[in-house]
């Protein structure tokens, strides 16, 4: 009897599986906060670990967990905040309206209010070392400081806004709003114009190499240049941009770069920025940062406290690890086992496809009820490395179920802490 009754509980659970319904796919963003009505303008990976938000009305989150959990510090700002940066661990900066800058020596669990002497908001810094600074902001404001941001030099100030620095040795550009690029050769000691060949505003500048650069801004403004920002030529998207922001932008690699924008758009590029395709997101709000710490890890986000992280680069977190064909279509291998959502923020799973075609690999429960689909795309014969978020699962034991063709598969995995 006991025999019968194992044989039916198993008859019961594929045919759960068998009657599932599809859910979307989840691509490679997975949303960890979103909570109120308020806005990010800026997001910052220290590490794996910790991130950092800031945003309206002196709103400043932590998580100590890659995003599994959430604390709002206090800190004694009531204005926007408009940017958080790391240095290391012993030096985070955040900058705001009003002229506010604070400084955190112990990975933001506290922050420290400095004196910068403007009341010019400030949107952007760069790191020389941890003592010297160059810091940016509205009436091409350029503060500088020496000793760790315990006094500022006001180097300069005129009409347009500079919304974002970076340095690539000793180049250097500025952008900001009217199409206004700045740039130095000399590590900042003499800056010049450069034509964008736009008036809109500039948001962002990533380095790609010494020479190659990428500049984004609204109405779907992204711009490039290979020497040193000396010219500048637009780039090409794979779908209309003009209505939308382009907040921020990021190189991951050399030639793999992303960018941030309105209405949920994540956009990257594999050739240095001369073309970018859309990532799927898996949000539509309007994401106002992005930062990643390095080619796989980093997050974007926004309005409604929005915070998405990754761990592939965005990009489907899809990797074809055997082009030989395999005998079989199998569930072959997942790792970590268990899985582990606080270890590894990340979980793997190796599946054997023999034919060409669509491949879906789907997470259910135990009574049989589709969990989350993993994948669901069209794949050439071979091994495959499928690495998903396992965060939103609770503690239990859970099954995969694979389906190319007319072919299923079936395999047990369990989630830990």
């Known amino acids: 009897m006991k025999h019968i009754a194992s044989v039916f509980s198993l008859f019961l659970i594929l045919s759960f599986l068998l009657l599932s319904v599809p859910l979307h796919a989840q691509k490679g963003w997975f949303e960890k906060h979103k909570e109120g009505e308020d806005i990010l303008f800026s997001v910052g990976c220290l590490d794996a670990s910790v991130i950092v938000a800031v945003g309206s009305d002196g709103l400043l989150l932590r998580s100590g967990d890659a995003g599994g959990s959430w604390q709002e510090i206090s800190n004694g700002a009531t204005d926007v905040l408009r940017r958080v940066r790391w240095y290391s661990a012993d030096l985070g900066v955040v900058l705001g309206n009003g002229g506010v800058a604070m400084k955190s020596t112990d990975a933001g669990l506290s922050w420290q ?25 509205r009436g091409a404001r350029v503060l500088s400081t020496t000793d760790g ?7 300069s100030s005129g009409l347009n806004n500079y919304n974002e620095i970076a340095f690539r040795g000793d180049v250097g550009i500025i952008v900001g709003n009217k199409g206004t690029i700045r740039r130095t050769v000399n590590g900042g000691e003499k800056w010049s114009k450069s034509s964008s060949g736009t008036d809109l505003e500039l948001t962002g500048v990533s380095f790609g ?41 990021q190189h991951l690699t050399r030639n793999h770069a992303v960018i941030a924008a309105y209405g949920g758009i994540v956009l990257e590029s594999w050739d240095a920025g001369q073309t970018w395709t859309a990532q799927e997101s898996n949000t539509d709000v309007n994401l106002e940062s992005v930062s990643f710490i390095d080619s796989k890890t980093g997050c974007v986000a926004g309005w409604n406290t929005t915070v998405m992280r990754t761990t592939s680069g965005g990009t489907l977190a899809v990797n074809r690890i055997e082009a030989q064909y395999p005998s079989r279509v199998s569930i072959s291998s997942t790792w970590p086992q268990p899985v582990s959502r606080s270890a590894t923020g990340v979980a793997h799973v190796a599946v054997d496809v023999v034919r060409g075609g669509m491949v879906t690999l789907r997470v259910h429960d135990l009574l049989g009820r589709q969990i989350t689909t993993l994948f669901e795309e069209s794949c050439s014969p071979g091994r495959w490395d499928i690495s998903w978020d396992p965060s939103t699962l609770s503690n239990g034991i859970y099954l995969y179920r694979l389906t190319t063709h007319d072919e299923v598969r079936v395999a047990k995995f369990t989630v830990v802490n």
């Open 149 to 155: 941001g315990a006094t500022f030099t006001n180097e």
């Open 209 to 249: 190499d010494d020479s190659t650069i990428v500049v984004c801004g609204i109405n779907g403004t992204i711009l490039r240049s290979t020497d040193y920002g000396k010219t500048w030529n637009p780039a090409t998207a794979n779908l209309p941009l003009s209505a939308y922001r382009l907040s921020g932008v």
């Open 113 to 137: 209010m400095l004196t910068t002497g403007t009341s010019d908001a400030l949107f952007d810094v760069h790191f020389f070392d941890a003592d010297n600074w160059m810091v940016v902001g």
